[in-house]
């Protein structure tokens, strides 16, 4: 059940829809998620709002920060690893003049802090083990 925050900067924005297709893709792909529960959210902000190093950037660039929700210890470090490459090449794919400076953090809370549905993660898991 990964929660995906995607806020970027960009002259050039691909459509919504491409973009949210390609990180739930990515993250079926590499993490093994489920695609039914993925969820993805995008967040566009204009150039002249995105500062690297204390300076807007300009026309030609493009900024990013991915930040993924994934229930700890779901995933290993080389998946965790490969999401974050691919992430990254996806989205300098899409985004012209992507900055090195733009970042893919994965946020891994606890599965008794974190659920869908009004039901933890962790308790998933234990009415899964008493069937």
């Known amino acids: 059940m990964p929660y995906l925050n995607l806020s970027y900067a960009s002259v050039e924005a691909p459509a919504a829809a491409e973009l949210a297709a390609a990180l ?3 993250t079926v792909g590499l993490l093994g998620k489920k695609r039914e529960l993925t969820v993805v959210r995008l967040q566009r902000v204009p ?3 995105w500062f690297l190093g204390g300076v ?3 026309e030609g ?3 990013a920060v991915l930040e993924i929700r994934i229930t700890a210890g779901t995933n290993t470090k080389a998946e965790k ?3 974050i490459r691919g992430a990254f090449a996806a989205l ?3 985004l012209p003049g ?3 400076a733009s970042y893919v953090a994965l946020h891994e809370p606890p599965a008794d802090a974190w659920g ?3 039901l933890t993660q962790e308790f998933r898991y234990i009415q899964g083990q008493l069937l």
């Open 61 to 63: 660039q493009a900024g």
């Open 24 to 26: 739930t893709d990515l």
């Open 47 to 49: 150039l002249a709002e």
């Open 92 to 94: 300098a794919e899409r």
């Open 116 to 118: 869908y549905g009004g």
């Open 98 to 100: 992507l900055v090195p």
């Open 56 to 58: 807007a950037l300009g």
């Open 81 to 83: 690893a490969a999401f």
